[in-house]
């Protein structure tokens, strides 16, 4: 099999992209733009589930897959960019909420005035398009954010449906949900 880039190794399986050839299956690096281990794990589990279930494919989620840079700062996202999230939508509709580690207890307390998370959404319907996190412990910070991408939670709702730990640097996350501008869900909770 030789390849010149991703995706041009044609699967059956992971490259929506691609063109299929039946009967060869890929999984990792060689069919994903996604550099990541779980990513590898989750396209196994979908090669190992359509060889045993052939009439019942599935695709591979390619969809809120985090990266992190473990530099000093570390730097984490997920998603699109503000400016992506603007070409795709408009500008009209995009709402960003840039929260500074230092404008909440725990990162007032760490002296930290330079850390900073970036959440980009959809004006209209709350949902989280992306999110940037520079500065301490940044690749366990984005997590909240990936969850709620990956579970289809609006960002009103990653805010107020669950409690935060106060004082705790992810409340840099939670104050970043809770600035943008949303619609609140109906059912919201309180």
């Known amino acids: ?3 010149d880039g991703w995706p041009s190794t044609p699967t059956s399986v992971c490259c929506p992209k691609a063109k299929p050839v039946p009967g060869l299956y890929a ?4 069919c994903s733009e996604a550099m990541l281990k779980h990513v590898a794990n989750h396209e196994a589990r979908v090669v190992s589930h359509n060889l045993e279930n052939p009439r019942d494919l599935r695709q ?6 985090p990266a992190a840079v473990f530099s000093h700062p570390e730097i984490a996202f997920v998603g699109m960019t503000e400016a992506e999230a603007v070409d795709s939508i408009g500008q009209v509709n995009v709402t960003v909420k840039v929260q500074k580690y230092g404008d909440t207890a725990y990162g007032w307390a760490m002296e930290d005035m330079n850390g900073l998370a970036k959440v980009v959404a959809d004006r209209r319907t709350g949902e989280i398009l992306g999110a940037h996190v520079v500065g301490t412990q940044s690749s366990n910070l984005i997590q909240p954010i990936v969850q709620a991408m990956s579970f289809g939670q609006d960002a009103y709702t990653a805010a107020r449906g669950q409690y935060w730990i106060h004082p705790a640097l992810t409340e840099v996350i ?6 943008l501008d949303v619609p609140i869900p109906d059912s919201a909770p309180l």
Do not use: H
């Not at 999984?27 to 060689?30: C, H, K, M, N």
């Open 60 to 65: 591979a989620r390619t969809f809120a897959v």
């Open 27 to 30: 999984a990792g690096d060689i």
């Open 174 to 179: 939670e104050n970043a949900l809770l600035g």
């Open 1 to 3: 099999m030789r390849t």
